[in-house]
């Protein structure tokens, strides 16, 4: 019997009995039967501990882990098998993630487009398909992943949707062909993939931080269901990113409830779109977690959808200091003054992409607050924002 596959990857230090994140919402809201499986995977740098000490840690280990990437392999090997071991021919891939389990997702993405689904009986050897994707990345030898999956005789899946809140850019890693000094690193099919049928992606306007920058799905794709087919089964791939009033925890979630109702939007234009395309949904969940309304003899009480609600200031002093540190002009985007090809980022706004479409609830936000006037952002009669920095 085919089925959906749901894969639900969250963000750098969420936590099950903490405030909900839209993943962990979107995990609450999805169909849980024969027809549909669900997975779910907290995230990088989550510790598990019940300590004095475990917000201390699970904050320094999730900003370690947002910079490096550190627990990534993990996280994509942990979802890689559960999907190696459940997939079978006619199932549909769901992939959701928020943050790092956004780019978590995309990973996981691309390492099934190059490498393929190893039949779970050859699961002892997952851990080599991540190598390989990895090491064609490190190397720019796209055919040490390929090799692997004609090698082992992987199956051929492709994603039928790829839904991520506000995916954070590739991670710091020490380069062996750069004599090991840090460097950023992007892997593989991670930014387009012709095994994705369906895109779609929740864009924070307000965020700031130079270590949040947007990790963009590059337009104009095609699909590709059957590589080599003659004649081609090339089609244009379904994508859209979606920009939404907030930083980048209003987007994905995760702050209190009852400063949640930014949030909701996001929540509730990714879910709907996924249902549109096949996922299957409770109802009532939905209706519950996203519009506030009580479920008949509930105790817990969530916030309904509001343009005006709180819009939170992720640039906390912690933050600061990172934006005081000089950054290299090949990543400025915004013209700021430079020395010696550097320049202090000093909580530069977000660049977005030209494809972007604006959410109805950021021209809302806009018309009833004066104080929300995004400079990224071009409303009407505003003239438009300023042009991003020369290459």
């Known amino acids: 019997m085919k089925k959906n596959i749901v894969i639900c990857c969250d963000g750098t230090g969420n936590e099950v009995e903490g405030d909900l994140s839209n993943v962990l919402k979107l995990f ?28 201390v840690l699970q904050n320094a280990k999730g900003i370690f882990g947002l910079a490096t990437g550190y627990g990534l392999d993990d996280n994509i090997m942990d979802a890689y098998r559960f999907v190696c071991q459940r997939y079978e021919d006619g199932d549909k891939l769901f992939l959701f993630g928020f943050s790092r389990g956004s780019y978590t997702v995309r990973a996981l993405a691309g390492l099934i487009h190059m490498a393929g689904l190893l039949r779970p009986e050859q699961l002892n050897v997952a851990t080599y398909a991540l190598t390989a994707y990895k090491r064609a990345s490190e190397q720019n030898n796209l055919h040490l992943a390929w090799d692997f999956g004609r090698i082992m005789g992987t199956r051929r899946a492709t994603i039928h949707f790829l ?111 996924a249902a549109a395309q096949g996922l299957q949904i409770d109802v009532a969940m939905y209706d519950h977690l996203v519009d506030g309304k009580v479920l008949a003899g509930g105790k817990h009480a969530y916030v309904a959808p509001d343009a005006t609600a709180e819009l939170h200031n992720s640039l906390t002093w912690g933050w600061w200091i990172l934006e005081l540190l000089p950054k290299s002009v090949k990543w400025r985007e915004w013209k700021r003054r430079s020395l010696f090809c550097l320049y202090l980022p000093w909580a530069e706004p977000r660049r977005l992409p030209d494809d972007l479409h604006i959410h109805p609830s950021v021209e809302d936000r806009h018309n009833r607050l004066a104080s929300y006037r995004p400079v990224n952002v071009c409303f009407p009669g505003n003239g438009a924002p300023p042009r991003p920095a020369a290459p």
């Not at 809201?29 to 510790?47: D, F, H, L, M």
């Not at 963009?216 to 590589?227: A, D, K």
Request: hydrophobic share 35%; glycine share 8%.
């Open 28 to 55: 609450r809201i999805a169909q849980k039967n024969e027809e549909q499986i669900v997975y779910y995977n907290p995230g990088v740098g989550t510790i598990g501990l019940s300590s004095e000490w475990n917000n």
């Open 163 to 273: 839904g991520v809140w506000d995916t954070v850019a590739s991670m710091i890693v020490p380069r062996r062909d750069r004599f090991y000094l840090p460097s950023l690193r992007t892997l593989p099919f991670t930014r387009k993939n012709p095994s994705v049928r369906c895109f779609r992606q929740a864009v924070a306007i307000d965020e700031r931080r130079r270590m949040f920058r947007l990790n963009r799905w590059e337009p104009g794709q095609n699909y590709v269901p059957v590589p080599f087919a003659n004649p081609p089964s090339d089609v244009p791939q379904d994508t859209m990113q979606m920009a939404f009033a907030g930083v980048h925890s209003d987007i994905g979630g995760g702050y209190p409830e009852s400063e949640s109702g930014l949030s909701k939007f996001p929540l509730a234009w990714l879910t709907s779109e």
